[in-house]
């Protein structure tokens, strides 16, 4: 049995709301503790009282909760040009978010610079002050050594190899700053707002390249040196073009937005990016449709072998190119039901993003409050309160 | 802290051989709490004293090690013919082991008659009781529930879905017993040998068919139904050949050692199953090399996609067509390399198996005992004696 004040706060974080003999018999505890843990957690307002359970005789039980509004988190999702900034709460919910167009190749100072002035304008807005805000949480498009919170041998972040993103942001707002992988914290985000988060998932980013985060019994796989989930250079069997990394036949230079948006464009029409190539499958465009139901199909062959393979209860496809919706969600489906194993595929669902554009700055929060409500750091932070 | 008397023995397996004041001090615990803990283990026998430590001083420091030879696991690999049993101590080392040729196909109830049988004779030989035998262990050829000790759906194994293998082994040893896929328990064995373990390994079995078991962050990965793993049936882009599953250009159906022995065959050769084409490769012959070459590379195609999506540290090839050694590990170092990201091949090793036919077993012996050696088995185990 776990015995602490920051164990109990993560068992309410984890029921919902509840009531003290709930935690008494889910912890084990003896009522008296948890009496006095709990009283610990309203002074300190990490928990909330909020109304009284139904009874079946006697007093009614007072119902608590973890309580959302304890304090801020600032959370962003870098892209190499598009970026989302956003103020959460303790639920890792928005309070406000901006989209920002950024070139992450400005470098990490400018960058951080520029994410600093947005969030203390969202501060703004949302009403909070510097000294709500408890943590930062950050996804970035490359590699990250999680421990470190440094980028490493990012390919499309010139200027960043090595620098330490987390120290730097800790620096600069006294709190625990945590990065990862853009595609990580989506799958974290995703998978954060679901009532029944699946163990083994797979989050498919498809933008203007392609990759995913895996989160394998429950927690995200990184990998030896933080690369994991990187699918955009999988070899495709019915692919052949070639790619910026020097081979032939990688899925990204044969599926991604880029590619796509350069197709749609050598066929006579504007596009110059994912977003405009789901502007033109949602306006009709005959050419675009065809060009996204196959990039489905290849999406779906690489796929096939991920199912097999990894075996997950869930694949969420999101990115941008998400947008289209159907028209590359049926292609997936289709080949990856044709090729995976009858036992693999067996209880799979297949379905687009919930969170579309904010599934990663919900992870991001969430990647920083999992590290600040740490029951041992919950526990150091009560005792230094008194 | 976790303060228990069975939390203790697993520091001490983890440590290999260590004091009671090493115990003190890695632990937290009080050095009287650990002086009484120890005694309890010596005296069931479950750690030994194993002469003193150099000492920088004062009275030398009795050593301490975790007592190998405190009972004796049932451990057994089965394949669709060829199976391997062994009696095993508790450091998972098979104390006497053999192979036994059976179709597995004769049904679970005719093949547990039988292992029964060749673990008694062994456990003779071993010079070990019944009473010795702590828990059981078993590989078997297809995807299993783990947590209910059954097979699922297995498509070689006619007569066993469904059939509650762990609990009839229990129900016969009166110990626990665990079960698992055979590529499973081949990763977890190749692993437990290893003085540095990886967090992230796949262990490809290359024999009749070809399947994986996959390590990640220190786990073996099951995935949601227990079919993770499943690499026969990855479509290669090179490849065309039918496969038995209906599909084309299946990895098991271009690379596996069924389709290599079909295709020596056809040329003339004699070969009706991978040790012919070890064998027929040993020998120098020419034809079987450059098959036996292109496996390789066939091979490597399905992993260059699996080290870009899961970053592993290690490849380890075991199975039948691994004594083919060089001639099949070179074409999939070759292909990796070519195909996979710089960044998840730095520092990627690639090797065939140490522990070759034994890897079934002694993972099958480790897992038994991971589980009952388990801190709070082990507990209530110690309350029990008194």
């Given at each position: 049995v776990s015995t602490s004040t920051g164990h109990l706060l993560a068992l309410i974080r984890s029921l919902g709301e509840t009531t003290r003999a709930e935690l008494a018999s889910t912890s084990g505890l003896a009522r008296s503790?948890?009496?006095?843990?709990?009283?610990?957690?309203?002074s300190d307002r990490l928990i909330t009282e909020s109304g009284t359970a139904?009874?079946?005789?006697?007093?009614?039980?007072?119902?608590?909760?973890?309580?959302?509004?304890?304090?801020?988190?600032?959370?962003?999702?870098?892209?190499?040009?598009?970026?989302?900034?956003?103020?959460?709460?303790?639920?890792?919910?928005?309070l406000v978010t901006e989209?920002?167009?950024?070139?992450?190749?400005?470098?990490?100072?400018?960058?951080?610079?520029?994410?600093?002035?947005?969030?203390?304008?969202?501060?703004?807005?949302?009403?909070?002050?510097?000294?709500?805000?408890?943590?930062?949480?950050?996804?970035?498009?490359?590699?990250?050594?999680?421990?470190?919170g440094r980028a490493v041998h990012p390919p499309i972040m010139p200027g960043w190899d090595g620098f330490e993103i987390g120290a730097e942001m800790t620096r600069r707002f006294g709190?625990?700053?945590?990065?990862?992988?853009?595609?990580n914290i989506m799958a974290l985000g995703e998978r954060s707002a679901m009532l029944d988060p699946p163990n083994d998932m797979v989050f498919v980013k498809v933008g203007t390249g392609i990759g995913s985060g895996l989160i394998l019994g429950g927690r995200i796989h990184r990998g030896a040196t933080g690369t994991a989930g990187d699918i955009g250079h999988i070899q495709i069997a019915t692919a052949e073009a070639p790619c910026r990394c020097g081979n032939l036949g990688c899925l990204e230079a044969a599926a991604g937005g880029a590619a796509l948006a350069k197709e749609l464009t050598a066929a006579g029409l504007t596009a110059n990016q994912s977003r405009d190539v789901v502007r033109l499958v949602r306006g009709g465009e005959h050419v675009a449709i065809h060009a996204v139901r196959r990039a489905g199909r290849l999406i779906g062959e690489a796929l096939a072998?991920?199912?097999?393979?990894?075996?997950p209860t869930l694949i969420v496809v999101g990115g941008d190119l998400a947008g289209a919706g159907e028209q590359l969600i049926a292609g997936i489906r289709e080949v990856i039901y044709q090729r995976s194993t009858a036992l693999?595929?067996?209880?799979?669902?297949?379905?687009?993003?919930?969170?579309?554009?904010?599934?990663?700055?919900?992870?991001?929060?969430m990647m920083a409050l999992d590290r600040i409500l740490d029951p041992a750091d919950v526990d150091a932070a009560l005792e230094r309160s008194g």
């Open positions: 503790t948890v009496a006095a843990q709990v009283g610990q957690l309203l139904q009874s079946t005789g006697g007093r009614p039980a007072t119902l608590l909760r973890f309580n959302e509004d304890a304090g801020a988190v600032l959370a962003a999702d870098l892209g190499a040009t598009h970026s989302r900034v956003a103020v959460c709460d303790f639920g890792a919910t928005p989209p920002l167009e950024m070139d992450i190749g400005i470098g990490p100072i400018a960058v951080l610079d520029s994410l600093s002035e947005a969030w203390d304008r969202l501060l703004d807005v949302a009403g909070k002050h510097e000294t709500d805000v408890r943590g930062v949480g950050l996804g970035v498009p490359g590699p990250v050594e999680f421990a470190a709190v625990p700053a945590l990065v990862d992988n853009d595609v072998s991920i199912v097999n393979l990894l075996n693999a595929t067996h209880g799979l669902e297949i379905r687009t993003s919930q969170l579309g554009d904010h599934a990663g700055v919900v992870g991001a929060a």
